[in-house]
């Protein structure tokens, strides 16, 4: 019983550092942002997710639709399914591929142990301006997606780590305020790679087949809690 009790405080407890590493990573994406629009109104969600593609955790700062960041990740590592290799950045602005509305980019780093997916961080976050009809994506006389803004299916943003110019150039060239997009560009990669640094020390701490076992027992935790109606969801 003691032994068991204690196998619990220490799931609780690598759980506890992953919900931290994903909050403090949320709080310095707020810092870098330099629109003002998620430094202000925190329109951005960051998240740790698993090799299937759960939820091992997610922060939604502000109201905008951002619900749809596992949506995106999954039909983005969908697109390249068997082309996902250390190092590589997938981003994508897809409403038609898991995304809502056409300005907001998801962006995630596949983080590997011993050549295996493991957790990994994906931040999605409503961009400032690409391109469309109107400045900020939004046009209340809009008819047709066209007006919004250029469809932007799953592309590697960095391939084995290596900055690729014609996609940054794509995106940046897109925007009434390339700087300000090709800043807050910086500022999401910045903040996945130290989330990516957070979990492979926390997987170097505790070991892997731990804080897997922690994530894998706290999905379960929360499904149960969900089914029983102990957990209330407030509209």
Known sequence: MAEATADRIEQQTIYGEIAALNRHSGDRLRRAFRSSDKAENR???AAVLTARLELAHQIRFGNAPLCALRASVRRAFGVFARDIAEGDVIVTADPYAGGTAGQALTMAI????????????????????S?????GGFNPAAYEWWQERVRMTPVKLFAGG????NVFRFLTASS???DW?????EAMHSCCREAQRSILNLIRQYGQEKVLQAVDGMIRNTEQACRSGDIKVKY
């Open 176 to 178: 009434r305020t390339p």
């Open 131 to 135: 391109e469309g009809e109107l400045a």
């Open 162 to 165: 290596k900055l690729q110019p």
């Open 43 to 45: 329109m951005f969600a």
């Open 110 to 129: 596949p983080v590997f142990v011993n050549g295996q997916l493991t957790l990994f961080p994906a931040i999605r976050a409503q961009l400032a301006d």
């Open 181 to 185: 997009l090709g800043a807050d560009l």
